[in-house]
């Protein structure tokens, strides 16, 4: 538990549900500024207009939708699990331990989005009536990075954060930090932007250009994993290979391979 000076103090479990919420917003309105600088966008200022299927208004809404399941569910979780969340709390794991939850939660979020999401693109049912709603952002934005139906929201990121809670068996005060994390990483993924020194860029194969790709009419049968690594792309054929391009006018482009571009 955090404690602040006059004697206020907030739970683990409450800065686990909310934290992530507050670092989304904050994040990705870094970037809807750095979005004006045409020269680090892959798309247009112009394409974001007038590309995409749903307002901004619309949007928010969406996400706000989302984030309040994201919480009750969170706060269920943490309740059902406060023994042995406790239990973690006091046996102070080391770094090694920390490490290894990390990356087994990675792992299973990983796991579990890849497959969700693809069969959610070849399930014409649920493509037409639940996932389509995140494709009308044909053009990425960051706030949008969390823009999907409720089911769907439901299904791939708050089961998949329960999922990788359970399983890596970290503390709700780690959980504070590998959600943060994984909330700044998806914002990133649909930022739009390739800003020069980007680290998620250099430790990641899966990132905004990668993700973009899928989000084009070309690609929307390839690159499915989301939101750290390209393992499953890679094993089950579902990998595009890219090039990143100056685009004439400023800016990039994010363009397939040839073999691809017939498809």
Same mark, same amino acid.
């Given at each position: 538990?955090?404690?602040?000076?006059?004697?206020?103090?907030?739970?683990?479990?409450?800065?686990?549900?909310?934290? @992530?919420?507050?670092?989304?917003?904050?994040?990705?309105?870094?970037?809807?500024?750095?979005?004006?600088?045409?020269?680090?966008?892959?798309?247009?200022?112009?394409?974001?207009?007038?590309?995409?299927?749903?307002?901004?208004?619309?949007?928010?809404?969406?996400?706000?939708?989302?984030?309040?399941?994201?919480?009750?569910?969170?706060?269920?979780?943490?309740?059902?699990?406060?023994?042995?969340?406790?239990?973690?709390?006091?046996?102070? @794991?080391?770094?090694?331990?920390?490490?290894?939850?990390?990356?087994?939660?990675?792992?299973?979020?990983?796991?579990?989005?890849?497959?969700?999401?693809?069969?959610?693109?070849?399930?014409?049912?649920?493509?037409?009536?639940?996932?389509?709603?995140?494709?009308?952002?044909?053009?990425?934005?960051?706030?949008?990075?969390?823009?999907?139906?409720?089911?769907?929201?439901?299904?791939?990121?708050?089961?998949?954060?329960?999922?990788?809670?359970?399983?890596?068996?970290?503390?709700?005060?780690?959980?504070?930090?590998?959600?943060?994390?994984?909330?700044?990483?998806?914002?990133?993924?649909?930022?739009?932007?390739?800003?020069?020194?980007?680290?998620?860029?250099?430790?990641?194969?899966?990132?905004?250009?990668?993700?973009?790709?899928?989000?084009?009419?070309?690609?929307?049968?390839?690159?499915?994993?989301?939101?750290?690594?390209?393992?499953?792309?890679?094993?089950?054929?579902?990998?595009?290979?890219?090039?990143?391009?100056?685009?004439?006018?400023?800016?990039?482009?994010?363009? @397939?391979?040839?073999?691809?571009?017939?498809?």
């Amino acid at each position: 538990m955090f404690f602040f000076h006059m004697g206020f103090q907030i739970s683990d479990e409450l800065l686990g549900t909310f934290v @992530p919420i507050i670092v989304y917003w904050v994040y990705s309105g870094l970037y809807v500024g750095l979005g004006y600088f045409e020269n680090y966008r892959l798309h247009t200022k112009q394409d974001e207009d007038e590309k995409n299927l749903v307002s901004k208004t619309t949007v928010v809404k969406g996400v706000l939708l989302q984030q309040s399941i994201q919480a009750v569910v969170a706060i269920l979780l943490f309740t059902v699990t406060a023994n042995d969340s406790q239990a973690a709390i006091d046996q102070q @794991p080391s770094l090694i331990i920390l490490a290894r939850e990390f990356v087994t939660a990675m792992l299973v979020l990983d796991t579990w989005q890849y497959f969700m999401h693809r069969y959610m693109h070849h399930n014409k049912f649920l493509y037409k009536h639940i996932h389509s709603q995140h494709h009308r952002l044909v053009v990425p934005y960051s706030f949008g990075a969390l823009y999907n139906h409720p089911l769907e929201g439901l299904l791939l990121d708050t089961i998949g954060g329960a999922l990788s809670f359970l399983f890596s068996g970290m503390s709700p005060r780690a959980s504070i930090f590998f959600f943060s994390f994984a909330t700044i990483k998806t914002v990133d993924d649909h930022c739009g932007l390739w800003l020069p020194g980007n680290l998620f860029h250099v430790f990641f194969k899966n990132n905004t250009a990668y993700h973009d790709v899928h989000h084009q009419l070309y690609g929307s049968k390839y690159n499915f994993s989301q939101p750290f690594f390209v393992m499953w792309d890679r094993l089950l054929g579902t990998y595009m290979p890219y090039s990143l391009e100056k685009r004439e006018g400023g800016g990039f482009e994010a363009r @397939p391979a040839k073999e691809y571009k017939d498809d």
